[in-house]
């Protein structure tokens, strides 16, 4: 059982910047890959970034490409988004996840393990 925990979302204006923190439980946190997802009302889940159990590879939706950075820091059980020139196509609940297996998936369903989520609004 992987507990995940999100922190860091907020409030900012346009071309701001946030660093969202995903917190695990697991004594194995540093065996999964995982990702980011975000979802706005009446909108499926969606893919923004992927990393790796070992952070050395990642992937990022376009949206997400240039602006956004994940990461991760195993030693401390804790994965990072730093999000930078945000937009207000931006705000959503955001959530982080561990796949069933290790790959790169950017399908909700084949993610197993999901936090409650950290709302991130970005003003016009």
């Known amino acids: 059982q992987v507990q995940l925990v999100e922190s860091g979302g907020g409030l900012v204006q346009t071309g701001g910047s946030l660093t969202l923190s995903c917190a695990a439980s697991?004594?194995?946190?540093?065996?999964?890959?995982m990702a980011w997802f975000r979802q706005v009302p009446g909108k499926e889940r969606e893919f923004v970034a992927y990393?790796?159990?070992?952070?050395?590879?990642?992937a990022y939706a376009d949206s997400a490409k240039g602006r956004f950075t994940i990461s991760r820091d195993n030693a401390k059980n804790t994965m990072y988004l730093q999000m930078n020139s945000l937009k207000p196509e931006d705000t959503a609940v955001y959530y982080c996840a561990v796949p069933r297996v290790r790959g790169y998936f950017i399908r909700a369903s084949f993610y197993v393990y999901w936090g409650q989520g950290t709302q991130v609004t970005v003003s016009s």
């Open positions: 697991a004594p194995t946190f540093s065996s999964y890959d």
């Open positions: 990393i790796t159990w070992s952070g050395g590879s990642t």
